[in-house]
């Protein structure tokens, strides 16, 4: 049974930076395409980033491209969004997904598998 295990969310100024770790388990990590999604209240999920397996090729929404990092580290099957020039907007719910599909990145369809989600909580 696949499990997604977010952690590293919490409460950070704006300004601030703060990397959140998603751990992947259960199959095999071969081959995932990753992704990184949120919901704010009151909005609907959104794409933020995902990654390749290689790690070669990735891509971010408009919204946070220059500020976010997708990474992986293939060998502890982990894949980290590290958020940096964190804005009140960017206050929400974030999700890691494992798929097997880079040609649809950014649609919840394209993932099998979800994490419950960290609370990143950025402040004024």
């Known amino acids: 049974q696949v499990q997604l295990v977010e952690s590293g969310g919490g409460l950070v100024q704006a300004g601030g930076s703060l990397r959140v770790s998603c751990a992947f388990s259960?199959?095999?990590?071969?081959?995932?395409?990753m992704g990184w999604f949120r919901r704010a209240p009151g909005k609907e999920r959104e794409f933020v980033a995902a990654?390749?397996?290689?790690?070669?090729?990735?891509n971010y929404a408009d919204s946070v491209k220059g500020r976010f990092t997708i990474s992986r580290d293939n060998a502890k099957s982990t894949v980290y969004l590290q958020m940096n020039s964190l804005k009140p907007d960017d206050t929400a719910i974030y999700y890691c997904?494992?798929?097997?599909?880079?040609?649809?990145?950014?649609?919840?369809?394209?993932?099998?598998?979800w994490g419950q989600g960290t609370q990143v909580t950025v402040s004024t």
């Open positions: 259960g199959r095999t990590f071969y081959g995932r395409t």
């Open positions: 997904a494992a798929g097997t599909d880079y040609s649809a990145y950014s649609l919840p369809r394209t993932y099998d598998y």
């Open positions: 990654i390749t397996w290689s790690g070669f090729n990735t």
